[in-house]
């Protein structure tokens, strides 16, 4: 069986919290259009964080300047 990505990290009775923690992190600085990078705390496991990092580079369909 395949293991989901949180119950690698977390037990299964922390499965809730975590979930909970993620959108709190996406919600204050993994904003879709324009992610915090600079300030996160999970940029070193961020396949695109990392990829970008210090090029000022929003992601994709962002349609602010």
């Given at each position: 069986?395949?293991?989901?990505p949180?119950?690698?990290?977390?037990?299964p009775k922390?499965?809730?919290?975590f979930?909970?923690?993620?959108?709190?992190?996406?919600?204050?600085?993994?904003?879709?259009?324009?992610?915090?990078?600079?300030?996160?705390?999970?940029?070193?496991?961020?396949?695109?964080?990392?990829?970008?990092?210090?090029?000022?580079?929003r992601?994709?369909?962002?349609?602010?300047?």
């Open positions: 069986a395949t293991l989901s949180q119950s690698r990290v977390t037990t922390d499965h809730f919290g979930h909970i923690l993620l959108i709190r992190h996406g919600r204050h600085t993994c904003y879709a259009r324009n992610p915090a990078c600079e300030r996160c705390p999970l940029l070193d496991g961020c396949p695109w964080g990392l990829a970008n990092r210090g090029t000022g580079k992601a994709k369909n962002s349609t602010k300047g």
